[in-house]
């Protein structure tokens, strides 16, 4: 389309400024829904599959495929990760064994901690090292920790102070365990924990001690870190050494989680999608049908002055290029905004980890708005096309001059 | 339920093996019929399996936070379960309980019967159950959700609504003209268009109260047959209906008078383009 056909679209919808702007609004507020939509339907699972890559592990390995509160652990764990590591596709394997540990505040207040214990070994944690020093391979006394930000902010702590935990490892199940006094080497993330969440990590030795656990050595998990490029090759060799245990990597928790994990978001993303675009069809569609309608004369004259019939189709697709392009260009901010308002509705939800995001960006989400829209403005300007393209040039001049 | 207990290949036996219930949805994916004899097992390898009858299937209670996960379910009796599981290691594993479910007498003060038991069995965690709990929360924020996303559906409409006022009484400027050349007031063209605007969203709030009445059972079906699940999605309750009229008939005359204020506030000769 030449300069000249875009200008005179621009010069059409001019003319009647509110009606623009009205159309412009619309497809703003309908594309800034619409973006959102496809910020959600994929929001979960791109922050998940971020959150799994986060700490370096690629495959993960659990004794059965059990929701988490009723999985058995992992028994003989020291034999078991041993004979993981040694398989050639695995750089390395730490253990993870996960509780819940309790502690007094400065105001006498008691704190639930999130508590897990991991091997001291390994070059890979499962936290990252935000302050401070991360737990040491030495049997110090006082035993090391490191502790969340949140736990931190609640208890004053940071790097060298001292903290009296009391485990409760056993699901509920009281233990006997007396308490026991860490001092804080660090403060760290942990990538999945919740917004609220007050978590602390040490040595297994130590949580075994804390928990009051026997010398059997169970752990809950197995984080793996396969060499470059060789998780798929590393979940089979682990299935054929132990077909007892349940090895999966990110690319099959990340599919499981799109087939059962908050769908519900999903669907309603494709189901508010196709409302919002049937929305944005329906109002372009009768914008610029009334404003053909109303223009028949001044259609039918240009016409008669020597306008092709290509020429004046064209101009309504123009215009209908131009509504929906400068409502689609300003939904982009809108819709931005509102991600992040609805963002921070969702996100109080229990057990989402606060880097879990329910809308996250991906040039793939603003490639498909744009062609979505694009689709739309087509469609929505056929009929009033056909309208244009079919009209009769001397019988709409005599029946407007009539009129 | 037992998630941790796993099923194996069914088997005819003589004596009558313990009575088990299975979920629906268990029952249809391993194809197994009442009567049929099965074996499960406390873990994987399939060790210490005992062989259970199906004596019913039941359906299990929905659960949203479980949506998309089949509920792949049996139900056995209490010390029926507690043999298979239990540690012979533990001696207190064959008498030992995740949790008790308790119903107080009618009338009964739930704190006091929790401090009271709490005192009896130090250690013994005792929670009201018609208490809050995360599942509330979670549908609390999905209503707020729900709420926000009808607030922008409503300003979309609203601007829609507005586009297609203006249109309609643009198309009207010759006819509100001429009723002010023959003599009627602003006032009387106000309480038209005021009426109009009233007819045309009550008409259009009823229908789509009907439409979302109408879509109700569609929805239900088409979600329920995607996640194998009793549970209802979409419920039109007059409550709602009421609501979404009490938002729908208001916004709907300020459109109108809106739009028709730049017509109402122009002299009649201006209207007639004279």
């Keep these: 389309m030449s300069a000249k056909v875009w200008a005179f679209a621009l010069r059409s919808l001019a003319r009647q400024p509110g009606r623009a702007i009205l159309g412009i609004l619309g497809v703003a507020a309908v594309g800034a829904l619409l973006f959102d939509m496809l910020l959600l339907s994929r929001g979960l699972l791109v922050s998940f599959r971020a959150l799994l890559d986060a700490a370096g592990f690629d495959v993960r390995v659990i004794a059965a495929d059990a929701p988490a509160f009723a999985r058995p652990r992992i028994a003989d764990a020291e034999a078991a990760a041993a004979a993981i590591r040694a398989l050639p596709e695995v750089d390395e394997v730490v253990s993870l064994r996960l509780g819940n540990a309790s502690v007094t505040g400065p105001d006498g207040r008691a704190h639930d901690v999130f508590f897990l214990g991991a091997d001291a070994q390994s070059r890979r944690r499962p936290w990252i090292l935000l302050e401070g020093r991360d737990l040491g391979a030495s049997e110090a006394a006082p035993p090391a920790l490191v502790v969340n930000r949140q ?29 026991v006094r860490f001092r804080v080497s660090g403060v760290v993330s942990f990538p999945f924990d919740e917004p609220k969440a007050m978590t602390a990590g040490t040595r297994l030795r130590d949580f075994g001690q804390t928990c009051g656990l026997d010398e059997r050595g169970d752990v809950d998990i197995f984080l793996v870190a396969s060499r470059e490029g060789a998780a798929a090759a590393a979940v089979r060799s682990i299935r054929a050494l132990r077909s007892d245990l349940h090895a999966l990597s990110n690319d099959e928790i990340v599919a499981r989680f799109q087939q059962v994990g908050f769908s519900y978001f999903r669907q309603i993303s494709a189901v508010l999608s196709s409302i919002t675009l049937f929305f944005g069809f329906l109002l372009i569609t009768v914008l610029l049908t009334v404003s053909v309608n109303q223009r028949f004369a001044e259609i039918a004259a240009l016409r008669a002055l020597g306008f092709t019939r290509a020429r004046v189709v064209l101009d309504v697709l123009a215009q209908a290029v131009l509504l929906v392009g400068t409502g689609g260009l300003l939904s982009l901010p809108l819709g931005l905004a509102l991600a992040r308002w609805l963002e921070s509705i969702l996100h109080a939800m ?31 300007a056929l009929y009033p096309m056909r309208l244009v393209s079919r009209l009769p040039i001397a019988a709409t001049l005599r029946s407007e001059m009539v009129t | 339920m037992l998630p941790a207990v796993l099923l194996f290949a069914a088997a005819a036996v003589p004596s009558t093996p313990p009575s088990i219930l299975v979920s629906r949805q268990l029952l249809a994916s391993e194809h197994l019929a009442v009567g049929d004899v099965v074996a499960l097992s406390g873990d994987a390898r399939g060790s210490r399996a005992r062989e ?93 959700f729900h709420l926000a996303i009808s607030l922008v559906t409503v300003i979309a409409s609203s601007i829609f609504l507005l586009a297609l006022m203006v249109m309609l009484v643009d198309e009207r400027r010759d006819t509100v003209a001429i009723l002010r050349l023959i003599g009627l007031r602003r006032r009387r063209i106000f309480i038209q268009v005021l009426a109009e605007g009233l007819v045309i969203a009550l008409a259009g709030a009823l229908f789509g109260v009907a439409l979302a009445v109408l879509l109700e059972g569609g929805f ?6 995607r996640y194998d699940t009793a549970l209802v999605f979409v419920r039109v309750t007059p409550a709602i209906a009421a609501r979404a009229v009490s938002v729908a008939v208001p916004l709907g005359i300020l459109a109108s008078v809106a739009a028709s204020w730049s017509l109402l506030r122009r002299g009649a000769m201006a209207l007639a383009r004279r």
């Design chain 2, 220 to 225: 239900n079906r088409f979600f329920q047959w």
């Design chain 1, 151 to 179: 736990l931190a902010k609640a208890l004053g702590l940071r790097p060298g102070a001292e903290i009296t935990l009391r485990g409760d490892c056993a699901r509920g199940a009281a233990t006997a365990a007396p308490p």
């Design chain 2, 52 to 144: 259970f009858r199906i004596a019913g299937v039941y359906e299990p209670v929905p659960d949203p936070a479980r949506l998309g996960a089949a509920a792949l379910e049996v139900r056995l009796h209490l010390p029926d379960l507690l043999d298979l599981t239990a540690d012979p290691a533990d001696p207190v594993a064959a008498e030992s309980v995740r949790s008790i479910n308790v119903k107080l007498a009618s009338g009964a003060d739930v704190e006091a019967f929790s401090r009271e038991l709490g005192a009896r069995v130090p250690g013994l965690l005792v929670r009201d159950l018609a208490g809050a709990d995360d599942a509330d929360v979670t549908f609390v924020v999905l209503d707020r």
């Design chain 1, 350 to 380: 229990p057990e989402i980890p606060a880097d879990m995001h329910f809308f996250a960006f991906e040039p793939r989400a603003l490639l498909l708005h744009a062609m979505l829209l694009a689709v739309t403005a087509v469609l929505a």
